[in-house]
């Protein structure tokens, strides 16, 4: 099974702060990685596909790069309403598998 | 508009069973694959099972293998996943969502989920 593990856990960061998660997968995975965003109680929500396409709809403070197995999710300037969860998942190969999670929180 | 809506969670004990059920609309149903996914109170997102626009390819997770089997009806746009054997650590919200896929390839990550259902297995 691939393992995809992703840092920090959790970050403080305060609004107008440029913030990065960072998703690592444990063969390479090509580009085929997905970032969402999870507010309590609500369904994931996708940001980016194929790495650093930017998702239909979503702002363009959040941008997505990488390949293979080092991938990175960046939101320039952190917004009120990005204090949310973030998760990355690998569709390369089943099992598809997420990362474990990104909490960013209010500083 | 393309809806995904969950039904048939509840409360249930340990050993026994449950079906989940996720009707579609606004889109067409037997063209694209589908994927559950679950997520324990408190804890990150897991991936349960997937299946093809034709039902020809299934997949599961580990630690559903055996346990968990989904389906689909296209006739009624409807995806399902049959819960025998329950366990307390099966506790979740499980939420279904749209794959793009082609066999055992997956071309994008899931895009459209459902507001999910939660699941309690008591002891």
């Known amino acids: 099974d691939i393992q995809m593990t992703q840092s920090p856990s959790s970050l403080s960061a305060s609004v107008g702060d440029r913030v990065t998660i960072t998703c690592r997968a444990s063969?390479?995975?090509?580009?085929?990685l997905g970032w969402y965003q999870q507010k309590p109680g609500k369904a994931p929500n996708r940001l980016i596909y194929?790495?650093?396409s930017l998702q239909s709809g979503v702002p363009s403070r959040f941008s997505g790069s990488g390949s293979g197995t080092e991938f990175t999710l960046t939101i320039s300037s952190l917004q009120p309403e990005d204090f949310a969860t973030y998760y990355c998942l690998q569709h390369n190969t089943y099992p598809l598998t997420f990362g474990g999670g990104t909490k960013v929180e209010v500083k | 508009e393309v809806q995904l809506v969950e039904s048939g969670g509840g409360l249930v004990k340990s050993g026994g069973s449950l079906r989940l059920s996720c009707a579609a609309s606004g889109f067409t149903f037997s063209s694209y694959s589908m994927t559950w996914v679950r997520q324990a109170p408190g804890k990150g997102l897991e991936w349960v099972s997937s299946?093809?626009?034709?039902?020809?390819?299934?997949y599961y997770g580990d630690s559903v293998k055996g346990r968990f089997t989904i389906s689909r009806d296209n006739a009624r746009n409807s995806l399902y996943l049959q819960m025998n054997s329950l366990r307390v650590d099966d506790t979740a919200v499980y939420y279904c969502a749209r794959l793009t896929c082609s066999g055992s390839t997956c071309y994008t990550p899931p895009d459209y989920w459902g507001q999910g259902t939660l699941v309690t297995v008591s002891s």
């Open positions: 194929a790495a650093s």
């Open positions: 299946i093809s626009g034709t039902s020809t390819f299934i």
């Open positions: 063969q390479d995975i090509r580009n085929d």
